[in-house]
């Protein structure tokens, strides 16, 4: 499996501006927090599954969280 380097700032920029913490992201992404903090530090490049349920718990575009 392959793993996607994200967009660590408008990642954090985009959930704050929803108004949603990282709990209630992992919660709707069917994740962990720990991940969500993760990939919001930069520390991990998450995969593309889990991108997906990100951008759908966000309601945006995949493009968005993503380099390319």
Same mark, same amino acid.
């Given at each position: ?12 920029? %985009? &959930?704050?501006?929803? *108004?949603?913490?990282?709990? @209630? #992201? ?10 969500? %903090? &993760?990939?919001?530090? *930069?520390?991990?490049?998450? @995969? #593309? ?10 309601? %945006? ?8």
């Amino acid at each position: 499996l392959h793993s996607f380097p994200t967009r660590r700032a408008s990642d954090l920029e %985009i &959930r704050e501006s929803k *108004g949603m913490s990282q709990e @209630k #992201l992992a919660l709707d992404a069917g994740s962990y927090q720990s991940t969500v %903090i &993760r990939i919001e530090q *930069g520390k991990t490049n998450p @995969k #593309l599954s889990t991108l997906i349920a990100i951008a759908n718990a966000l309601k %945006i575009e995949l493009t968005e969280l993503t380099n390319f």
